[in-house]
């Protein structure tokens, strides 16, 4: 039975992650929030951070967005960190600290949807409701030939309803952690390795060894270039920074005031016409970085000031100390951390 299979290939072979030995919803939630998007590599440290520094949810509903958006910082995709923490205050506020311990309520909480609440509800709750990841979509459309996009709505319905139907009655958290690392370790995209796979011997693409065409995707998502470029006023107390707008790239994250460099004459005009004078040479540092939909192309003008020059500039002049405390893109963090 694929039930039966799958949860006792996983005892033997599951790997062990902080985030599997606990129910707390809390702690579960923070995992499956930093895993979306990111390897587990790359998320443990993340994850060990968050629970030394915010132990309790009241913990992080008690500090500054700007504050768990620091500790995000390098993980991407900004807006997951800006809504744990306003569903943390949600919890702490309004919910007196307790987390819905239901699939449906759960997903009525901002920043989680119908795959986290599942994750949630299963393991921390231990009601049965399938958990269906990326893994999971690969496992079971590989499994049963789906040739369905997986990028559709109706697809995913699909697959969340045959999952139901998989799902143990006796163990339904076990069984999702086990496909769910089955997809991860072993049914891999690009190789998955058959041969140590507890439900080779009824999988319809091994069979026809059509595993490469699973999952089928509709379209993917254009992606365009972009032009930054940055000026990168110093001096020995500190360099100007600004928020970033809402409902752009890096929304509530600090970088440099950016500018248009076809707008002027040269570089020299545009310092001069901000109100400031620069010291020595100009130094112009180039940076490539990737985003889900954008390729980035960056360049930094790093321009010298004198003392207590105020400019009309719309940033504002943060000492170093204060620099390293606020929230920053990681290509921004990089670039201060090797060249300010
Ligand atoms: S047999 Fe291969 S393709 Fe089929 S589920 Fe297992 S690892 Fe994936």
Known sequence: M??????????????????????????????????????????????????????????????????????????????????????????????NGEFPSNFNDLQKLKGIGRYTAAAIASFAFDERVPVVDGNVMRVLTRFYEIAEPID???????????????????????????????GATICSPKNPNCLSCPIVESCASFKNKSWANFPFKAGKTKVTQREISYLVLYNKEGVFMKERPLGDIWSKLYDFPEFKVNEFASIENLIHELGFTSIGSIEKVQKKHILSHQKLSITFYKIK????????????????????????????????DENL
């Open 152 to 182: 559709k709505p109706k697809t995913q319905n699909t697959i969340f309803e045959i999952a139901q139907d998989l799902i143990s009655k006796k163990s339904p958290a076990l069984f999702n952690q086990a496909i769910m690392e089955l």
């Open 305 to 336: 000031i004198e003392e207590e020059m105020k400019g009309n500039l719309d940033a504002s002049f943060y000492d170093y100390s204060q620099v390293y405390a606020i929230p920053k893109p990681i290509v921004i963090s990089n670039y201060i």
């Open 2 to 95: 694929f039930a039966n299979k799958i949860i006792n290939w996983y005892q033997i072979n599951k790997r062990e992650l902080p985030w599997r030995n606990t129910q707390n919803p809390y702690f579960i939630w923070l995992s499956e929030i930093i895993l979306q998007q990111t390897r587990v590599a790359q998320g443990l440290p993340y994850y060990n951070n968050f629970v030394e520094k915010y132990p309790t949810i009241k913990k992080m509903a008690d500090v500054d967005e700007a504050e768990v958006l620091r500790t995000w910082q390098g993980l991407g995709y900004y807006s997951r960190a800006r809504n744990l923490h306003f569903t943390a205050k949600y919890i702490t506020n309004e919910l």
